[in-house]
């Protein structure tokens, strides 16, 4: 499953366990399933559908006299067992079967259901056009993960069952039917048409799925075997384009794993409101018809591919190795989300995969920092769907690297492939993966796992460096600022390489490195060198999971941003210098804004030139808006956003009109051209001119997911005390308005409402109020990240109303902890607002003061 197309942030080390959080057990087994059977009938219009769910069972003791399933919200008319009606009892939640005959151990029963379901809430969605959304297809699509199943067919929902499946389904023509497996036999009858689908490996019913539509068919194949994408129709070159790398993929993925490709066919589907980024279902895929790019997205979205290999990498970790409890989902996520960066090395380079890996840990110490930190392994939580989080996707990732730069390449390949070889088709915990290592390598990463698995954390290292030119030693202290200073409770014993490197007349980085025991809250090393080197690499090849500040003077700051060999070293020391501030450390950064190969370094070049508080910042910065690479330019756009100057005005108002190659690029200009006019809110006919500006976007710019348009949104929500960009908002926030650019807006209404009048406030309170009654998954959430950027008491009432409404439990988590963060908000507001300001006026006025003095003496020197 992917999540990365919807997520939200919110603040210290909260608890992960919010009330009513228990701890959670598989239920116990009456037997195992071997195969279930869905006969189901659609009736699209009445969003209904009525048939019959066949289990057979092979009972694991004899003398079970009662058997109960998962069944929400259906209507079950009878129950069979072995074509015997049987007595049952039905609270809406599960279905109780009262067995005439106790089971015998060894003797299977099959289990025969007749039952229906109106317009369902969860597990199967119906999607139509209506009066506001014309051109909407009609569709029907099923979503089980976690434990949604249960909403469309009766069964022993958790993931340690594993069976074959088969699904048979009658449609209105045109319309065609996709599911796991092999398409055994389709029927014709009149306006009908039957496809007979049959998954002869065995899955949990989690992955079980139906997906129905109008769609057009694209045929793909590797060794043989379909590989087939499913779009609307008038988007095939979208999905050759989006989907097209998929047999390349198949083929590295069953190399790397070790294991060919398990399943008959390989289908993607990209359907309508989905409410996840991807999902694994095996071997029918399911995707967010949001991921397919037309030709001016392709340019600079590769979320697209790493959503297409993520949902592949499932095929072998989460489907052909299942995972035994929600608990240990790490190991297929963190798999999938690493298969990304497997991906983007193989595909593109190095440096861009360690960039890749760098953006995964900064998502997983975003969350830790600023929402909750947990171990990776918990079954305590009120619902599964919570352990979906960037500590199991990305932190994960960073997990399965570290375990590869411990073994070293060939023996963790080794080891991913005795895991899959030995696990294929059964079920999976954690201890799995520490054995499959140890039986393959002999080694026993139990010291990794205590440290990074099953308790929550990091390290965060502060390194210090001086030179004794005397001795020729080089002193580095490294000090771990988590820790307890008086328990050894956060502290991390790990070995890191630290490197010294030696430039020498254009020559590459000559890099000597050691490997010390980093284990005490503080801790120096003293190494003899024969000459002073140039910099200082501290955990070279940075492949541990961490947070890090470097303390070095600034010559050897300027020489890692310039020879470093590591990427990730070279952002460490732009971060540094960036701290540093003053005059040398701007041109250092100005130069390698220039100059820098790697467009991953030149981004996080041009954010810390934002940081340095100089006006000579921006004349560094403002060369980066030509630079050859889209995700650049739209780092130097974002970063002028912060240089709330005229100049800044200038430079950004040309991209929004001149507009870029990059929708992304564009979008950013809009929402910074926003929040520079923001800044000078004394200027009144600039902020007229900003918004009659995005007025203007917002009216000529629709297209590929509203991302242009929803810039201009960001932009206008920046105005926060403007009463015609709020009016221009409350517009795009009603039915019939894209739903891309349609949920921008409405989160944004959250933004803009800090400055508003009490009078407008109201009017956005009643707005929110009355789209928190849209049932549909991502308007929820939405109306959750708006009510939580409010600093106003009422908020809270519409969240907590919310939160006891919503069927999802992921809306259910967001609305509690955005009450929280609501109510940290509301009581100082105002006064903190005024203070902010009158220091935001401060800073500024310093910054041209200092900005001056450093001018005077560069020229006194």
Known sequence: MSHSYFDTESNGHKSFELPGARPHYNPDRPGQVEHIFLDLHLDIPKQSYRGSCSIRLLPIRSGIDRLTLDAVNLNIQSVQVDEVAQKFDYDGEQLSIKLDQPT??????????AYSAEKPQRGIYFI????????????VWTQGEDEDSRFWFPCFDYPGQLSTSEIRVRVPKPLVAIS????IETIEEGSEKIYHWSQQQVHPTYLMTLAVGDFAEIRDEWQGKPVTYYVEKSREADAKRSMGKTPRMVEFLSEKYGYAYAFPKYAQVCV?????????????????DRCLLDERAAYDNRNTESLVVHELAHQWFGDLLVIKHWSHAWIKEGMASYSEVMWTEHEYSDAEAAYYRLIEARSYLSEDSSRYRRPMVTHVYREAIELYDRHIYEKGSCVYHMIRAELGEELFWHAIQTFVQDNAHKTVETIDLLRAIDKATGRNLAFLFDQYVYRGGHPDFKVAYSWDGDANLAKVTVTQTQADKNSSKNLFDLK???GFGFVQNGEPAQVKTFTVRVHEPEQSFYFPLSAKPDFISFDVGNHFLKTVTLEYPIPELKAQLEFDPDPISRIYAAAALAKKGGLEATKALSTSLEKEPFWGVRVEVAKQLAEVKLDQAFDGLVVGLKDKSPYVRRAVVNALATIKTHDSYKAVKEVVQEGDRSYYVEAAAATAIGAIAAANLDDKPKEEKVIKLLKSVLEEKAGWNEVV????????????????????????TKQGVPQALRLATIRALGKISVGQTPVNLERILDRLAELAKETFFLTQVAVVTALGRMETPKAIGILRSLSEQTPDGRVRRYADEEIANVQKHIGSETALRQLREELDQLKKQNQELKSRLENLEAKSK
Request: aromatic share 6%; no cysteine; proline share 6%.
């Open 272 to 288: 309508d409101d989905f409410i996840f980024g991807g999902m694994e279902n095996t071997s029918a895929t399911l995707l967010t």
């Open 180 to 183: 796991n497996g092999e398409l």
């Open 709 to 732: 348009r929803s810039g201009a949104v960001n932009g206008l929500a920046e105005l926060k005390t403007s009463e015609a960009a709020l009016n221009l908002l409350l517009e795009y």
């Open 104 to 113: 015998e151990l060894g003797k299977r029963i099959l289990i025969a259901i």
């Open 496 to 498: 890191i390489p630290i």
């Open 128 to 139: 139509q056009p209506d009066k506001h959304y014309p051109h909407k297809p009609t569709q």
